[in-house]
């Protein structure tokens, strides 16, 4: 192995931590629409799980999330938007989330509701990725890569632009 295969290697291979289970937690999503989310049924696929806000300096990464579940989703890319209050940036109601998403950045991407994405009252699935990687929102708009078998393959904060050459470097990795 070359030199700079192994420094790539060890550079990718800290994006985060290989996970040890085959995938998530079955606790399903509240949806934002109504009924259950349930990560199992996106086995196969890559899923990019987001936990956003509306009332945040990031909230225009949302166009960028949506350009690239457009962009990839017929090759089975699912973008997950988790709206959450955690960090006092959100509207108050589901209604008041889905119509600002929807109005303002034309949002037909899976949606759940509000969720707690950190801390004890987190969702089953954070406290998972939690466990497994040791990664956990620290602000809004934190971005999880789960591959098809469900494992954790990379993790990127708020900073990390939906269409950066990393994060779809990642997702065409995982796609067919």
Not at 5 to 24: E, Q, Y
Not at 44 to 67: D, K
Not at 149 to 164: H, Q
């Amino acid at each position: 192995m070359s030199r700079l295969a192994a420094l790539a290697f060890a550079i990718l291979s800290t994006l985060a931590p290989a996970a040890t289970h085959a995938g998530p937690p079955p606790d399903p999503f509240a949806s934002i629409d109504g009924g259950e989310i349930r990560m199992a049924d996106f086995a196969g696929r890559p899923v990019l799980v987001v936990n956003t806000a509306s009332f945040c300096a990031f909230t225009p990464q949302y166009e960028g999330l949506q350009a690239l579940y457009d962009r990839y989703r017929a090759r089975g890319l699912v973008v997950l938007a988790v709206p959450s209050d955690d960090f006092k940036q959100e509207y108050g109601t589901n209604g008041e989330v889905k119509a600002f998403c929807e109005l303002t950045y034309g949002i037909d991407m899976p949606m759940t509701e509000i969720t707690h994405v950190r801390g004890p009252q987190a969702h089953p699935f954070f406290r998972w990725v939690k466990a497994e990687t040791g990664f956990e929102p620290g602000w809004n708009f934190n971005k999880i890569l789960l591959d098809g078998d469900g494992r954790v393959v990379a993790t990127w904060g708020s900073a990390a632009r939906p269409l950066s050459g990393t994060i779809t470097g990642a997702i065409e990795a995982l796609l067919p």
